[in-house]
C-alpha cells in the first residue's frame, strides 16, 4: 500500500526449502539476513520513489531463489513559514507566505482563529494588553497524495502606546515658556514636535517650551 515518508514496513518471509536468507531493501541502506525484517523507508525527493526489495535465499545445496516486491512511498512534504513583519506594533496585518504545491492549507494564526487558504495569507493582529505579546502560528499543509506536514512560526505584537498632553496655557504674549503635561499611556520615548522646526525627545511628566513670535 503506498503510504507517506518515513514509512516502516514489516516483511514476512514466507519461503519454503530454505535456510539462509538476504533482504535487499533498494534504497542503499544495508542488507538484512533475518528470517522476518522490519525496514523503514525514506523519501526525500520531490516526486513519489519505487523501492525495489528484494528476497533472495538459499537451500542447504545454496542454490538461491529470488522474490522482488516493491513499496511505493510518497514525498514527505516540508513546509515553513516566512512572516513579514515579524514584530509590529498593534494593530498590523501580518502576511503569511509558504511553499507552494499543497492540495489544501489549514492556518491557525494563534489568536483562536483559523483559516483554509492558499500558500500566502494575510492576517490582521491585535494587542490591547500593556505588554508585548506573541501569537504563535500553526501551518497544516496536505500534500496531494494525502501527506500532511506541520509547521510552526511566531509573532511579536507589541502594544500601541496612546499620544495624549496639555499646554498649561494656550496663548501668551510672545516671549513666552509653555509648560506642557504629558499624559501619555504606555510610552517609554516622548519625541516632542514644536512646530517651531525644533524638536526633542522629553521623557519628563512636564516639559517646557520657549516660543517666540518676530511676525
Known amino acids: 500500500v503506498p503510504s ?7 516483511f514476512t518471509n514466507i519461503s519454503s526449502g530454505a535456510n539462509n536468507y538476504l533482504w535487499d531493501f533498494g534504497d542503499g541502506s544495508p542488507t538484512s539476513n533475518t528470517i522476518n525484517t522490519t525496514h523503514t523507508f525514506i523519501n526525500s525527493t520531490n516526486l513519489i520513489q519505487y523501492f525495489e526489495v528484494k528476497l533472495i535465499v538459499y537451500n542447504a545445496y545454496g542454490c538461491p531463489d529470488t522474490s522482488i516486491r516493491y513499496v511505493t512511498v510518497y514525498p514527505d512534504p516540508i513546509y515553513t513559514i516566512s512572516v513579514t513583519p515579524d514584530t509590529a506594533c498593534h494593530p498590523a496585518n501580518v502576511q503569511l507566505v509558504t511553499q507552494p504545491g499543497a492540495s489544501s492549507y489549514l492556518w491557525n494564526f494563534g489568536d483562536g482563529t483559523s483559516q483554509n487558504a492558499g500558500f500566502t495569507v494575510t492576517h490582521p493582529y491585535f494587542n490591547t494588553n500593556s505588554n508585548n505579546q506573541i501569537f504563535t502560528i500553526e501551518l497544516i499543509g496536505t500534500s496531494f497524495f494525502g501527506c ?9 505584537i507589541s502594544p500601541k502606546p496612546t ?3 496639555s499646554p498649561q496655557s494656550s496663548s501668551e504674549c510672545s516671549p513666552a515658556t509653555f509648560t506642557f503635561t504629558n499624559n501619555s499611556i504606555g510610552a517609554s520615548i516622548n519625541h516632542w514636535y514644536w512646530d517651531d522646526g525644533t ?3 522629553q521623557n519628563n511628566l512636564t516639559v517646557n517650551h520657549y516660543y517666540t513670535n518676530n511676525s
Open 4 to 10: 507517506c515518508s518515513p514509512v516502516t514496513v514489516n
Open 148 to 156: 500532511i506536514y506541520t509547521a510552526y512560526s511566531q509573532v511579536v
Open 163 to 165: 499620544a495624549v498632553f
Open 199 to 201: 524638536d526633542e525627545i
